[in-house]
Structures are given as structure tokens and as C-alpha cells.
């Protein structure tokens, strides 16, 4: 949940820099750089700015078409270095991926028109 | 009993899960009355940082009290954290507990230990504890002169056990503190802070605080007793410790199964109460 109260769900996957790497060398083995950053993110003001920003504007490109429901998957990048957390990113390699997915129940289709429009013998 | 029970028993009672609100961090144990250690990565180098730990149905608040050394900056994330990578926490709130016993000197190499941390390996959700044996295979030195790390192998390092203590199965000493896996996901085991070093960098407040709870509490030497040899020291049990050898297993037994860890600390007393930044450095 965002401090403004917005619900929010979040499927974490780990990245790179959290995998298990075979090859890897030795590795400090805190639950801090895997655990710590992904829970303390969702305190940054660039992480709810990100995500805000991101719904505002796939909202605002819809208002027109005022969709019953809709959603919006992205990634958001973590980094994490030394126990802190440097910068929450919304794009990777420069490109940014964003689905959205909008749904219309067509009710409007079903319902009949308002009182005084309705249509007649004329 | 076996020596792996007991010595499973003895690192229960002395040490904990950490957590900081961001969540489990790792494991620390009880060196002094007051005073657990942990790995400087598991606190983030943070001085002052507040804590939590827990074992059984005991908690404890504290705060970091010394980091050693304090921060590693700006330093690649899958990097080691720079030698020795270890913070002392002074504990706040909390009950009575015991102390490990620390080893004085180093190990001989092919000597069988046992570690107990925090991980989240059973469905990497939940952190619950577990145990894990090693051989102590060498030393490795780091840039600093008078930091050398002790090696284990022949068994695995997961993650959440860093601040783990490493008990030797025949002495029953705590030798030192675990910090790093030398590869994830291998038996090739890792790196641990050696206790003589624990003991140099604070001889008050854990070396001898640690010594004094031990002349005062003879039942970890006496359960150690039972491993197969003595521990180093040749200190003899107060009065009053002369229990014999089922009863001291008993104890050790009562104090896992009834979480009662204040009947392993009966004669010592309130937890040191210290404030954030009154370092020790």
C-alpha cells in the first residue's frame, strides 16, 4: 500500500544481482541485500513517485474512453548497494515496457437511454 | 546424547535471529552479558542502528554499538564486505540469556564444527534456523595485517547465516563468526571471523565479560565437557556447578525444549542497558 492508500500489487522476482550465480565467487550471506531493499523500497519517495507517475499517465491517456476496469504491468529496478538503496528505476537499458490491459463491460450498450430520449415512432 | 545434539543445544542457547524494520537481516549471537555480535553487512555498517532479536519465545531491542569497520561505502554489491565485517550490539530490553563460549586461539585445521543461522531456506519465504557441520580447512589473510579469517568446507553456507556462531564438536567453543559463503549454492563452506579476534577488537566488553560470565555459570563448560575434551581453559567450576553429567544434560536439554533461557544465566545480572551512541570504539 502507498502512503496515499493506494493498493498496489507487486509480484517480486529476482534480478540479476540477487540470483544465485554458480560461478559467483564468495558471497556475504545477509538476508539484508535480498529481503531489506525490496521491503524498504516501498518507503522511497521515488518508488511511489514512479509508480504514480506511471498509473497517472496510462489513466490520463484513457480518460476518453473511460474503460470499467484496467490494468498496467511495468518493471522497476532496485539497486542495491552495501545494505542502502542508491535508486529506484523504471527502465532498463533505457526502454521502458509497460502493458495495459483495458476492459469495457458494455453495460452502457444494455442499459436503456435516459427518460426523454427514448427512441420512437415518429 | 549425542555430540552433535549437544553442541546443536549449546549454539540454541546462545544465539538469535536479527531483524531491523526492514525485515530478518541475518543471526547474531550472545558474546557477553548485554552484548551479541553480528556481521557488519547484516546492520549495513550502520552506528546506532536499532535492532531486534529473537529466539523461541524470547526478545530482545538493541542497537549497534561498534562496527568494525563502520561502513564499506561505495563498494560493489556482490563484493565482501571489507575485514572483518563484524558489529557489536549492545542489547537494550530483554531477559536474562547465556553467553558462548569463545575460544581463545585458533583452531586447529581439519578440526569438525557446527554453525546455527537464520535462513530462509525452506521455502525461501519464512527465516527459520538451521545447522549445518564443517571442517576447518585454512586461513586466509585480507589487507588488513591483523585481520586473518578462518576457512571452513565440506559443507554449505546459505544465506541468513551470516552472524552465525561456529562451534568446535570436540572443545565446544565458540570459535568465531560466520560472514561469507565461499561459493552459493556449494559444500565449499566460507568464511568466519575468528574469536580471538572477536575477543581483541572489545576486551572489555566481550573478552573479559565473556571470561566472567564463565567463572560465574559453569554449565557450558560442563555440557562442552561432555563433546569428548575439555575446553582450553583450565578454569575450574564454581561452587555450586558440580552437577553430574545426566543432570547437565538435562539442564542443556530443558533450557531448548522449556526456552527457558534465564536457567542457563541464573547467577548473573541485569542486562547492560546502553544508548545509542555510546560506542565503545
Request: glycine share 12%.
Amino acid at each position: 500500500m502507498l502512503p496515499t492508500g493506494d493498493v498496489i500489487w507487486v509480484r517480486v522476482q529476482p534480478g540479476q544481482a540477487v540470483t544465485t550465480d554458480p560461478a559467483a565467487g564468495p558471497t556475504d550471506v545477509g538476508l539484508g541485500d535480498r529481503i531489506a531493499p525490496i521491503a524498504g523500497a516501498f518507503q522511497l519517495p521515488e518508488f511511489t513517485q514512479t509508480v504514480r507517475g506511471v498509473v497517472a499517465s496510462v489513466r490520463q491517456a484513457l480518460d476518453d474512453h473511460r474503460p470499467d476496469s484496467m490494468s498496467v504491468e511495468f518493471g522497476i529496478e532496485i539497486v542495491a548497494r552495501a545494505g542502502a538503496l542508491l535508486s529506484v528505476l523504471a527502465e532498463v537499458g533505457g526502454t521502458a515496457h509497460v502493458k495495459v490491459t483495458a476492459s469495457w463491460d458494455r453495460r452502457d450498450a444494455a442499459m436503456p437511454p435516459p427518460s426523454g430520449e427514448e427512441p420512437g415512432p415518429t | 546424547m549425542k555430540r552433535e545434539d549437544i553442541a546443536r543445544h549449546l549454539l540454541v542457547t546462545c544465539s538469535a535471529r536479527l531483524d531491523t524494520d526492514a525485515g530478518p537481516q541475518g543471526t547474531a549471537f550472545f558474546v557477553a552479558p548485554g552484548f551479541v555480535v553480528t556481521a557488519a553487512h547484516v546492520v549495513g555498517g550502520a552506528d546506532g542502528l536499532p535492532v531486534r532479536l529473537s529466539e523461541g519465545q524470547h526478545r530482545w531491542r538493541g542497537h549497534v554499538a561498534d562496527v568494525r569497520p563502520p561502513s564499506a561505502g561505495e563498494m560493489a554489491a556482490t563484493a565482501p564486505y571489507p575485514a572483518p565485517d563484524i558489529a557489536l550490539i549492545g542489547i537494550d530490553e530483554g531477559p536474562e540469556h547465556a553467553c558462548a563460549l569463545l575460544g581463545k586461539h585458533f583452531p586447529g585445521e581439519g578440526v569438525r564444527v557446527m554453525a546455527r543461522g537464520y535462513t530462509p531456506t525452506f521455502d525461501h519465504r519464512s527465516v527459520t534456523a538451521e545447522t549445518e557441520t564443517f571442517r576447518l580447512t585454512g586461513l586466509l589473510e585480507t589487507p588488513d595485517p591483523a585481520c586473518k579469517l578462518l576457512k571452513l568446507g565440506l559443507g554449505e553456507v546459505t544465506r541468513g547465516m551470516s552472524g552465525a556462531p561456529v562451534l568446535d564438536l570436540k572443545t565446544g567453543e565458540v570459535i568465531g563468526m560466520l560472514r561469507t559463503s565461499r561459493k552459493l549454492g556449494s559444500n565449499l563452506g566460507g568464511w568466519v571471523v575468528p574469536a580471538s579476534l572477536i575477543r581483541l577488537l572489545w576486551p572489555e566488553e566481550v573478552s573479559l565479560a565473556n571470561d566472567f560470565f564463565h567463572r560465574k555459570d559453569s554449565r557450558w563448560r560442563q555440557a562442552a565437557s561432555q563433546l569428548g575434551a575439555r575446553p582450553s581453559s583450565k578454569k575450574s567450576a564454581p561452587a555450586g556447578g558440580g552437577l553430574s553429567i545426566g543432570s547437565i544434560e538435562a539442564d542443556v536439554v530443558s533450557v531448548i525444549t522449556g526456552g527457558n533461557v534465564d536457567s542457563v544465566n541464573i547467577e548473573y545480572g541485569p542486562v547492560n542497558r546502553r544508548r545509542p551512541g555510546s560506542g565503545t570504539r
